[in-house]
């Protein structure tokens, strides 16, 4: 037990209350009160008003106080970067949006992340810190085999960020952090779903139990290389033949619509075309959606999760989203999809930021505190 466990059941909204906090965590409410008594006079918890009672005083309600210090976090993607200072409860206070040019190399662009977080922050004492990456980053936070971010294979993120920052750090790659920003702003009542990141590439992560379920190596989730029949020998960037990724990522859609004479060059023309009902778009997009919906099938119906959460340019294209529920729908276990929630993220432009703040508090701030027994 230690004050990161309350802190962060706190935070995450799973207990507003000394009542709750017993129950969670299957203590004694004298002993949680002394704990809870003990963040209170440190400045880390507040409460305030009352809560519904069940029956007895009605309890005060806890909350986390923003504080002094902040936590640092970048999400990137290949061409910006969106970064932001949260306050203890990895609530957003400045978000900034930032152009880079990820194939520049690690060095270069985390030099210039780490500046403008430091702009942001102005001084205050840093909580922790997190960053998001757009490609499968491994349990050591060294990115691994990534086709998109040239120059950045085998180089320890994790290693350079700790010279930056004394304080607790997070290394994920983007799909694994916005699945978490989804659970943030969902609520604790969602908690196994499959959530999706269908842009330019394709990512994938899974929520287990309320926690991310990163594998053994940290690389869990990606549904990208999965050999699907219609890849046929189409050569993908991992090196292998037929994966997902050359029939329904961003990338594939765009060459392949171009390969038919429509004249796009990125994900976005391609939404936008969908948009305009562009039939040559329109057939591919909805043969995507439904080769998706076909590796997603072995996974719902293996992890029989609440919801497939879709996101990324892709998933605002109804005609993908409804080719890969049909495909769900028909082929999943009746069971399964039963109360199957399929559909688009809410979670928004800060699902990444969100991603990181309940990350670092689920692994602990460095809060100046001393550990509770
Ligand atoms: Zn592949």
């Known amino acids: 037990m230690s004050a990161a466990q309350i802190m962060g059941l706190v935070a995450s909204g799973q207990a507003t209350s000394r009542a709750d906090l017993s129950r969670l965590l299957g203590l004694a409410p004298s002993t949680v009160s002394s704990y809870v008594q003990e963040l209170l006079d440190a400045g880390l918890l507040e409460e305030s008003g009352e809560g519904r009672s069940r029956g007895g005083r009605r309890p005060r309600l806890l909350s986390v106080r ?3 210090g902040v936590i640092l976090a970048a999400d990137l993607g290949g061409h910006h970067a969106r970064i932001a200072t949260m306050d203890r409860a990895g609530r957003p206070e400045a978000i900034q949006d930032l152009e880079i040019d990820i194939t520049a190399g690690p060095e270069p662009i985390l030099a210039q992340v780490t500046d403008a977080l430091a702009e942001l922050a102005a001084g205050r004492p840093v909580l922790g810190m997190g960053i998001g990456l757009p490609g499968p980053v491994d349990s050591d936070g060294v990115v691994v085999g990534s086709s998109r971010m040239h120059g950045w294979n085998g180089f320890s993120v994790r290693r350079r960020l700790a010279e930056y920052y004394q304080a607790p750090l997070v290394v994920d790659n983007d799909a694994n952090l916005m699945a978490m920003g989804e659970a943030v702003v969902r609520g604790p009542e969602l908690r196994d779903f499959v959530f999706v990141k269908a842009g330019t590439g394709l ?19 990606d549904v990208s290389h999965n050999r699907v029949p219609a890849g046929g020998d189409r050569p993908c960037n991992c090196g292998n033949f037929g994966c997902l990724e050359t029939i329904s990522s961003g990338a594939a859609l765009v ?3 171009r390969a038919d004479g429509v ?3 990125t994900t ?3 939404v936008r075309l969908a948009r305009d009902g562009n039939p040559t778009v329109n057939t591919t ?3 995507a959606g439904r ?7 072995t996974i719902v119906n293996f992890f029989n999760p609440q919801a497939v959460i879709l996101s990324g340019a892709l998933a605002t294209c109804d005609l993908f989203v409804a080719a890969a529920r049909g495909a769900l729908y028909e082929r999943c276990l009746p069971l399964t999809t039963q109360e199957l929630q399929i559909g688009e993220s809410v979670a928004g432009p800060d699902a990444g930021l969100l ?3 309940r990350r670092l508090i689920d692994q602990g701030l460095a809060v100046p505190v001393r550990n509770l027994p």
Not at 206 to 220: E, I, S, T
């Open 66 to 68: 923003a504080g002094d």
């Open 268 to 270: 976005a023309d391609l």
């Open 285 to 287: 997009l909805r043969f």
């Open 203 to 221: 990512g994938a992560a899974l929520v287990n139990d309320g926690r991310l379920h990163r594998g053994a190596r940290g690389v869990a989730g």
């Open 255 to 257: 060459a392949a619509v």
């Open 355 to 357: 991603g990181i703040g």
């Open 291 to 297: 080769q998706l919906g076909e590796v997603l099938v």
């Open 263 to 265: 004249d796009i060059a």
